[in-house]
Nanobody, 122 residues
Framework: VQLQASGGGLVQAGGSLRLSCATS????????MAWFRQAPEKEREFVAS???????DYADSVKGRFTISRDNANDTGYLQMNSLKPEDTAIYYC?????????????????WGQGTLVTVSS
């Protein structure tokens, strides 16, 4: 599986962005998927996950503002980000795994996209 993340950019606080995660090789329709992010000089952190059956989970910091979804017919995952804050500034990575036990743990995911930069200005 080869993942391609896109949709990042520069946005003002309060704005919205929609990230996409598509496959160029393979399929992710049977995989669990997640988004992680890494801000400058910080460790990578969990943002949201969606299981192959559609169950979702969110980090407390984004709950109510971000929505993770997937389109299995097109092998694409999404992260809709609303009410963005400067502290959301980071490189966002999508990741997939055939099966996760602890979906909030990055070690569970074997396939990663290259990352897309999100910058939120105050």
């Amino acid at each position: 599986v080869q993942l391609q993340a896109s949709g990042g950019g520069l946005v003002q606080a309060g704005g919205s962005l929609r990230l996409s995660c598509a496959t160029s090789i393979g399929t992710i329709r049977n995989d669990d998927m997640a988004w992680f992010r890494q801000a400058p000089e910080k460790e990578r952190e969990f943002v949201a996950s969606i299981s192959r059956s559609g169950g979702t989970d969110y980090a407390d910091s984004v709950k109510g503002r971000f929505t993770i979804s997937r389109d299995n017919a097109n092998d694409t995952g999404y992260l809709q980000m609303n009410s963005l804050k400067p502290e959301d500034t980071a490189i966002y990575y999508c990741a997939t795994s055939r099966l996760t036990v602890w979906p909030r743990e990055s070690i569970e995911y074997g396939f990663w996209g290259q990352g897309t930069l999100v910058t939120v200005s105050s």
